[in-house]
């Protein structure tokens, strides 16, 4: 079966880094996606992975290892705002996307 | 900016009720989803639609039918709502199938009672 594992809920400072882990076990690989979600709220689209290697957009970047089958979202300058859910999708050969439960991400003072 | 609207950001209905989902997008995308979201699982695709008049199913489709008369328009039908169909529901769209990210709207809240 497809599969997308992501931590449950992780834990960070204001003003830290943080790193969240997404792998994936799909059907095929056409591209992968991360998306933030506040509570209550629509998910919002971060980041998006087709080839190997680091993507920056401020100060979120994403990850990507096909041949690991394994991406990371790395969160810099943390703020509290940042508080919130952060989903890995993964499109597979049929451009379905596969969805990982989400990571819960909770910003201390 | 796409936006993407839903009708009903809460709903409550009683069980074996016909319940109806809208959602609407402004941005001629010839994609739309509807998924559901539930505590501690992924996001899940009950239907989609790639063009006016198609729909497809998705992962779970029981209990849900769904309607594409507009192509801005994709509507959710539960035809007799029971309590495990208490969700948060998700419409979606995006401008391909490769790689377009989707654009999602604000979200319903059903509770079945």
């Known amino acids: 079966g497809q599969n997308i594992d992501q931590p449950t809920e992780m834990t960070a400072t204001e003003g830290a880094i943080v790193q969240i882990n997404c792998t994936y076990q799909t059907s095929g690989f056409n591209g992968l996606f991360w998306y933030q979600q506040h509570a209550g709220e629509a998910p919002t689209f971060l980041s998006y992975n087709v080839l190997d290697g680091l993507e920056e957009k401020g100060r979120f970047s994403s990850f990507l290892s096909r041949s690991k089958g394994y991406s990371y979202l790395l969160l810099k300058e943390l703020q509290m705002k940042d508080s919130a859910s952060y989903l890995c999708a993964v499109r597979d050969s049929n451009y379905q996307l596969i969805w990982g439960a989400g990571t819960k991400l909770i910003i201390k003072p | 900016d796409v936006k993407v609207t839903q009708s009903s950001r809460y709903l409550v209905k009683r069980t074996g009720e016909k319940v109806f989902l809208e959602c609407v997008q402004d941005m001629d995308h010839e994609n739309m989803f509807w998924y559901r979201q539930d505590p501690g699982l992924g996001l899940r695709l009950i239907y989609f639609?790639?063009?006016?008049?198609?729909?497809e199913k998705g992962d779970i489709p029981e209990g849900y039918s769904v309607s594409r008369e507009k192509k801005e328009r994709f509507s959710l039908i539960l035809e007799s709502a029971s309590t495990n169909q208490t969700s948060m529901y998700l419409c979606a769209s995006s401008h391909d199938r490769e790689v377009s990210p989707l654009h999602f709207g604000n979200g319903t809240r059903l509770t079945v009672t």
């Open positions: 639609s790639y063009d006016v008049k198609m729909k």
